[in-house]
């Protein structure tokens, strides 16, 4: 199957081209996968009814090696994507304030000192009239608003190096998610590992602490990591104990950082890149979009930054941008699906049939990148059609069908960070996509698949989720 997919083609669509192979087993809900000795045993669920059963109706574990082997050097699985059981909750419970969505709008104001920076290197390179890789670009200026919405400051990694950011890059090249010898097989990987857990918590804890110290003197807005201190600040009246926080209770946040960072980065700069690429694509799209754009701010394109900091609402009047984000997503997720572990004794239904499938011993993945593209359920499956969520009308062919639409999965674990990528990617494109127009420049030759050159590839020098190819080398031009 693999020599169907590009060379350097991620590999959450095996799953998609299986369900093309073999569209009589796939239309059974489900693929039992034994990929020994690269991998371990899988079940492919297909049917958006059996993927709710063990991530909606009874929500299942996070599949443990994911905690055990692929993010045990950089957080040794004790994070809020790998926690499991009453952990777990307890650190959703301390986070879900800050990543409310009512708290994202009053960091707002923050956002924009960042977005006006990343508006600033447009400009310069659309007046230079240089390729660039965008993806750079875009990652940057989340690498930025992270900083300012989870720790309160400015990491002008848009301007300058930062060490924090560009040690977690150094170490993220260390995960993989796909058989990977070369980093299996690295004897001074556990030791790397070591080294650059040690300095980004050298790089951390000052926040940490400072915040702790200091919570009442902050003015405004709390940070994510404010937020998540309250219960401890609360309970330590001391001002004097605060510096002296358990080092358990550090490490634990430290390591909830460093996931929040790697994943609102790197999936939402991946994401803001495929945005612009599509619209290029598609000018009518872009058009509806600028539009909008002009009706809830104003024809100023120039007054729009001030405006939408006197009123961060203004975000939530822009439903289009919304079904923009929302499209691709559908289209290109950067995460192809939760994997989960299954007890034994477990089976799974298939809703219309009634058969029975047993689970235990099998890697259970919710095949969210096949369902989303699985013309059974989206008309027109490939297209770039955001209007599917401007629909309020159930008979309407367009609207979405329960349960299919996943890419920050559903349930009890769906993506804490969404609402974030959301407000950051309103913001941005408020701030960009009336004064600017993206020109993707792949050469004539180079490869397409699924009808793009700009697919998703698995880069081997970075974390294995889906990345933009050769991360969209284009031309940025202005339109004032």
């Known amino acids: 199957m693999k ?93 879900n304030p800050g990543f409310s969505i009512k708290n994202l709008l009053s960091l707002v104001p923050d956002m924009i000192d960042e977005v006006l920076v990343f508006r600033e290197r447009f400009r310069k390179a659309a007046s230079s009239g240089e390729v660039v890789k965008l993806e750079d670009y875009t990652t940057d200026i989340t690498v930025d608003v992270i900083g300012r919405a989870v720790l309160g400051t400015r990491l002008q990694t848009q301007v300058k190096a930062n060490r924090l950011m560009s040690t977690m890059k150094s170490q993220l090249r260390l995960i993989y998610f796909e058989l990977d010898l070369r980093k299996i097989l690295n004897p001074i990987r556990p030791l790397r590992h070591w080294i650059y857990n040690r300095i980004i918590k050298n790089e951390l804890v000052p926040y940490i602490l400072n915040t702790s110290q200091n919570y009442e003197k902050i003015e405004g807005p709390k940070t994510i990591v404010a937020l998540a201190l309250k219960s401890y600040v609360n309970e330590t009246q001391d001002y004097s104990a605060r510096g002296n926080i358990p080092a358990d209770f550090i490490d634990r946040i430290v390591k909830h950082i460093k996931i929040f ?65 929302r499209e691709t997503l559908r289209l290109f997720p950067p995460v192809g699906g939760s994997i989960r572990q299954s007890p034994p004794g477990h089976f799974l239904t298939h809703p219309e049939t009634g058969v029975r499938y047993p689970t235990h011993g099998f890697m259970l993945h919710s095949s969210a990148s096949t369902l989303l593209r699985d013309p059974a359920y989206w008309p027109d499956a490939d297209s770039f059609i955001p209007e ?39 913001l941005i494109l408020a701030l960009t996509a009336r004064e600017f127009e993206i020109e993707s420049v792949y050469p004539a030759d180079a490869p397409t698949w699924m009808g793009h050159k700009a697919y998703q590839v ?13 991360g969209l080398p284009a031309r940025i031009k202005s339109r004032q």
């Open 261 to 325: 960072m790697f994943a609102g980065h790197d999936t939402t700069a991946t994401a803001l890149a495929y945005i612009y690429y599509l619209l290029s694509k598609y000018p009518d799209k872009a058009a509806k979009l600028r539009a909008e754009h002009d009706e809830v701010l104003g024809p100023d394109v120039a007054a729009a930054a001030d405006l939408i900091r006197a009123d961060p609402t203004l975000l939530n009047k822009m439903p289009y941008t919304i079904a923009v984000l």
């Open 388 to 426: 599917r969520f401007m629909s309020r009308d159930e008979s309407d062919p367009l609207y979405p069908i329960k349960n299919t639409w996943r890419p920050f999965e559903m349930g009890p674990r769906n993506c804490i960070g969404q609402e974030l990528v959301s407000v950051e990617i309103r």
């Open 458 to 470: 698995s880069n081997p020098e970075v974390v294995a989720t889906a990345h933009i190819k050769d």
């Open 3 to 95: 020599h169907k997919i590009p060379r350097d083609g991620n590999g959450q669509w095996t799953f998609h081209h299986l369900q093309l192979e073999y569209p009589e087993i796939a239309g059974k809900g489900i693929i039992y996968l034994d990929v020994w000795p690269i991998g371990y045993p899988i079940i492919a669920v297909y049917h958006p009814e059996m993927i709710a059963q063990f991530t909606q109706e009874h929500s299942l574990p996070k599949y443990d090696k994911m905690g055990k082997v692929e993010f045990y050097g950089f957080t040794g699985g004790e994070d809020i994507v790998n926690l499991d059981g009453n952990e777990w909750k307890m650190a959703r419970m301390m986070f």
